[in-house]
């Protein structure tokens, strides 16, 4: 069985932590490989490969939620690695 965090939200292995902007709500985005891959870049692509998994995330979003947009809608607070939750900026 999955492990609850204190907000209610399952416990992830990969993904972002954030506040919903409009409605105050949190928000767990779970993210694949590729997505964690493209989450965590440094360097001088960090813009483009932020993009890019924005855009998978919209692709595979439940467009019945508002986890669709992630830029200018979701306050990312954390981010969680193997586990692992840290302050994301």
Request: contains cysteine; glycine residues 8%; negative net charge.
């Amino acid at each position: 069985m999955s492990k609850l965090w204190p907000n209610g939200f399952m416990s992830m292995v990969n993904g972002l932590r954030g506040t919903h902007i409009a409605t105050g709500y949190p928000v767990d985005i779970p993210l694949n490989a590729k997505e964690m891959q493209l989450a965590t870049v440094k360097g001088p692509y960090i813009n483009e490969c932020w993009d890019l998994m924005c855009a998978s995330v919209l692709s595979r979003a439940d467009h019945n939620t508002f986890v669709d947009h992630i830029e200018g809608n979701i306050d990312i607070d954390f981010i969680v690695i193997n586990g692992v939750e840290k302050v994301f900026h």
